[in-house]
């Protein structure tokens, strides 16, 4: 993919972010953005030249809500399809397909708030509440809840998220010290292997 295109498929996810936030908040429905989007959120704060691109729109939810949200998103203007994926360790996934982009990897994706992600996760993930209105206008997870949240999911996408806010000077004392124990040990490890590549 060029930069155009590169550049275009951001669009298109920031696009389709301000839609489905835009019909929540219409619906009156409690939600966070969380992923990469979340991360791109309070990065940009600091350094806009510093956030990463992501496919997709990760919202967390509470799953009472599952019918309210299913139906702010399913009817016009945006018309997205509803979908439940399986997957081997994870939760069923409910997934919105928006019918500009049909495609599995780009859609919107549910997180169920204050359950475990993956029945193996030792922390829960956050509730709706853990939230505040970003300047953009959506309501992002806070800036506690998405370290706990990417430090729980440690893959290398998660490692990278983390990295991205520390690099820009985000994870300061107060947010490491309310860590619990073993994510702490994990932010640790991702600083050490930082300063060995320094």
Do not use: C
Not at 77 to 97: A, G, K, W
């Amino acid at each position: 993919m060029g930069i155009s295109g590169h550049v275009m498929a951001m669009n298109r996810v920031q696009q389709r972010l301000t839609r489905s936030t835009a019909a929540l908040d219409r619906a009156g429905v409690r939600y966070a953005v969380v992923g990469g989007n979340a991360v791109a959120a309070w990065v940009g704060r600091v350094d806009p030249g510093a956030t990463r691109a992501t496919k997709d729109v990760d919202l967390l939810v509470s799953r009472e809500d599952l019918a309210k949200v299913t139906s702010a998103l399913t009817a016009p203007p945006l018309n997205f399809t509803r979908q439940i994926l399986t997957h081997e360790d994870l939760r069923d996934i409910v997934l919105f397909i928006d019918p500009d982009e049909p495609s599995k990897t780009s859609g919107v994706h549910l997180v169920w708030a204050g359950e475990k992600i993956r029945p193996s996760y030792t922390v829960l993930s956050p509730l709706v509440d853990e939230s505040e209105r970003d300047p953009e206008g959506f309501l992002v997870v806070s800036l506690a809840a998405l370290v706990r949240m990417k430090l729980t999911s440690y893959r290398p996408i998660d490692q990278a998220h983390v990295t991205d806010l520390l690099s820009v000077g985000l994870i300061g004392p107060d947010l490491r010290a309310a860590l619990p124990a073993e994510l702490a040990l994990r932010l640790a490890d991702i600083e050490r292997g930082l300063l060995e590549h320094e």
